[in-house]
Structures are given as C-alpha cells and as structure tokens.
C-alpha cells in the first residue's frame, strides 16, 4: 500500500511537470493564432486581400499584380466622371483629377470619399478647367497642371487654393504643362508641350527659378530616331540614380536622361506611354491608354510583366491615364471611361506591413473573428464524470434537478453504467441521466503500471482525463484528480455552483 502511493505520488508530480510544459506551448500557439487572427483582419482591411502569400520557384515567370478593388466615389454629384491624373500622399489621401467635372476629388486609400475641390483666384478663372496631373509636394501641397488655363494650380491638402506656380522664365508665356513631378529634392519637372516646335522638360525650383529644360518638338518615325526630341511628353519619372524618364507619348517610347538632360537611352514601349512611376523594386510602370494595359520594365527597358487588358471587368481598363503608388508599394491607376480608380498589388513571398486602424468601429470589425473562437465554448455542453457517491449524495440534498440541466452531460465508466442504468434518484431513472463512455484499456494499463491503482480507479482517472471534470466525495480520489488537472465538485460545491448559474441568467 506505501509502495502503491509512493508510486502514484511519483507519477503525479511528473505529471504536473508535464502539464506545465504542455500549457506554456499551448497558451504561446494560442496567442500566436490570435496574433495572425488579427493581422489578417488589419491586412483585408488595408489591402482588400488576405495575406497568403505566392512561392515561386526560381525559374518561373514573374507574377503579374492582382487586382485589388475600385475607388468610384459615392453616387450622384460626386461620383469619378473622367478621371485622369492620380497621387497618393503620405498620409493614406488619393487625389485624382476629374476631366469632366473640373474638379479634383480626395479619398481615402480604403476608397472612402471625403471631399471635392477645385476653386481658384486667377486673373482668368475662377475654377479649374482642365484639370490633368496631380502631384504632390514634399511639404503636402498638392499641385495640379491645367492645360486650358496653361498653368500649375497649388492647393493645400484640404483643397484650399494657396498660389499660382509661375516661372520666372520665358517658359511663363507660352507654356502650356501637362505631368508634373517633384524630385527627391523638392526639384519641380515639368512637361510643356505649350509651344507646338517646342515639346519639351523644364525644371524648377518651387519658388519658380528655372534650373534646366531640354528636349524640342520631333515626331519620330522609327523608335530610335531623334533622340532628346519629344512629341507630347506626357509624364516624368526620377530615378534614384537621379535619372530622368520621360514617356514620350506620341513617339510611343520613353527616353531617359542624366540629372543635366543629357540623353541617354530610349527604352521602346509597346504602345502610346503616358502615366509612369518608379516603385521600391526599381520597375519602371507604364500606363498605355491605347492597349489599355500597364506595362513593367527594369530600369534598362527590359520589359518584365504585363497586366490589365480591354474591358469593364474587375482588372479591365478602358483608357488607362496616370500611375501611383501608395506607402505599402500599392498602385493607384486612373481608368478613365470606366469612371474609376483601380487598386493593384504585387503577389509577393514577403507580406507587406499594415498599420492598425484609428477608428474604434474598424477595430471591432478587425477583432471580430476572435468570436469565432468563443463559439465553441458557447455550444458545447459540460461533461461531468461521476462516482455513485456523488450521485447518492446529490439525492441526499434532494436536488437531483441539478443533474438534469440541459447543457450537462453526466458520463460513467462503461462498466458503471451497466451496473447503475437499472436504479433511480429522485424519482428519476439513471439511465437517463448517465451515459456510459468506453475507455482505452492501453491508458488503463499505463496508468496502473506507474500509479499502482486498482483496475476500476484507473478506468475512471483516465475518463477523468478525457473530460477534466469530476464529481465525487471521495477525499483521495479529489487528490488525485485536481493532480491530473481536472476540475472536481463535491455535492454541495456543484449545487452552489448550478444555483450561482441560475441566478446570473434571471438577473439578465
């Protein structure tokens, strides 16, 4: 007998070690669920798309982007007529220029609207007329070329007209820009095509010193033909080397040149090039209106990929114009006769950060599949193991209606079950209460080989185990159980505790 408990003691202090260890690498696998749990709301949220990411195998082909959502602005007055021109600024904003409508709208990144503008104090207007490109400064202004009022418009971020951009070079009277850009430096480039033999890139400094221009009006026949000579320039790009892309549109190539404009290679499109980026991967993306498609090459001019195609699908453009990319590396494409922005993603073995939200409704949307996990608990019913003393002392408290609670279910050995189903408590028979469980007679046989127990407790420990619940008035036997981590009742523990139940569901 001293032996017996030597070993069972033995066992259940191993036992506890055990389960220690056991709890830590479950509590860390849980919190590590709850962590990707939540990154992928954060991430569908920011990106329209749950994080799964491609494997590519060395020698496969690049993956074209995918095709994220739309941003068409709500319905009515507001809604994207012809939009053009497209920028996003740090601050998750996307401004694009309406042709149609002589405004630029703002939204979101998400594709939420927010507001509308377009008033100006000039000697000839009052209001845009021709909105084109749209860029902003690096101190947030946002800029906006209109050719018909042969100018550059400066807003404020919220729209509020601050100034009229004008060069303090003969380029003020005969200019007309379309693109607009800002270097690295805050340099401004322009494209001008104001003069019809003068096609050409000015430069300046935003308080409208002139510090380089280069190139002159020359429809070239042949791709390579005339280089540094433009026919409609329509878009600019600075490299970080400091080089210059320019997309020559209607010369159906870009040209690139050095930080002086001085010309260095033509890199040949397969279209009519206008709207161009530069992105964290060193692509050179290229709108074409015409193939209504957005080509990618390296910096060299080696195309890469190519994405979009005709139509008024989801990933279908129809007149493509202008190109951005958003902080998360996102492009933000004008899709002009389909009245939309379009949002595109890289595929990528390397899930992009996302930000949480502001808003205390986005995170209850964020947190809200952490329900899911609360789910089970709602519908699973509590199992009980149980001795005959516990039951015999439940009918002593005359509460045998506690045993009849919906949601339990009161589990015995087999062997018990066969023995106790023909009796009643309380009027009620027992084979209506219990349900009789087989054990596993291998977990029987190791739990005698290291405890000593009997055949008969080691039959109930290991359902014990099973169900981590036990109701008995068996001192050892509650020892032994609150050892295997079980949680254990005696009559009056589990009445008081059904009552307590009770009470908290009328209160509600």
Known sequence: MVETSVRLDRYLADKERRS???????????????????????????????????????????????????????????????????????????????????????????????????????????????????????????????????????????????????????????????????????TVYVCDVGQSQ???????????????????????????????????????????????????????????????????????????????????????????????????????????????????????????????????GRMFITDRENHQVQVWGWPTTVVPPVEPPREPVRWGICLSPLLLLLLPLALRKRKLVVTEDFLDAIAGMERTDVLQAKRLRLIVPMSEYERLAGKTIGGVPLSELLHGEPHSDSDVADLIDKTGVDRGTAILLTLVQRVGRLGTEDPELTRIARALEARTYDARSFVSEHDARASRRTKR
Request: net charge positive; with cysteine; glycine share 10%.
């Open 198 to 328: 003068g096609h050409r890139v000015l430069a300046f400094r935003q308080d409208g010193t002139e510090v380089l221009r280069f190139g002159q009006t020359k429809q070239a026949v042949r791709m390579q033909e005339a280089p540094g000579s433009f026919y409609f320039p329509n878009s600019i790009a600075i490299s970080p080397k400091g080089e210059i892309f320019v997309s020559d549109g209607n010369n159906r190539r870009v040209q690139v040149f050095d930080a002086s404009g001085g010309f260095l290679r033509i890199i040949a499109t397969s279209g009519t090039p206008r709207g161009m980026v530069i992105d964290a991967e060193q692509r050179l993306l290229v709108v074409d209106p015409l193939a209504h498609a957005i080509d990618a090459y390296d910096l060299q001019g080696t195309r890469i990929v190519s994405f979009g195609g005709p139509g008024i699908g989801p990933g279908q453009f129809q007149y493509p114009n202008d190109i951005a990319l958003d902080r998360r």
């Open 20 to 186: 220690r260890r056991r709890k830590a690498i479950l509590l860390g696998l849980l919190l590590l669920l709850l962590a990707l749990l939540v990154y992928s709301a954060l991430y569908y949220q920011a990106n329209r798309r749950l994080p799964i990411p491609f494997v590519q195998g060395g020698t496969q082909a690049v993956e074209p982007p995918q095709f994220l959502y739309a941003i068409a602005g709500p319905e009515g007055k507001d809604a994207l007529a012809q939009p053009v021109g497209v920028c996003v600024t740090k601050d998750d904003r996307v401004y694009v220029t309406d042709l149609k409508s002589d405004v630029v709208r703002v939204y979101r990144v998400d594709g939420a609207y927010l507001f509308s503008f377009g008033s100006i104090a000039s000697d000839e207007a009052t209001h845009l007329a021709q909105p084109g490109r749209v860029a902003a400064s690096p101190e947030g202004d946002i800029w906006v070329t209109d050719r018909m009022l042969r100018g550059i418009f400066v807003f404020d971020k919220d729209g509020a007209f601050k100034r009229r951009f004008v060069p303090k070079s003969d380029a003020a009277k005969t200019w007309a820009p379309i693109g607009v850009t800002f270097g690295p430096d805050g």
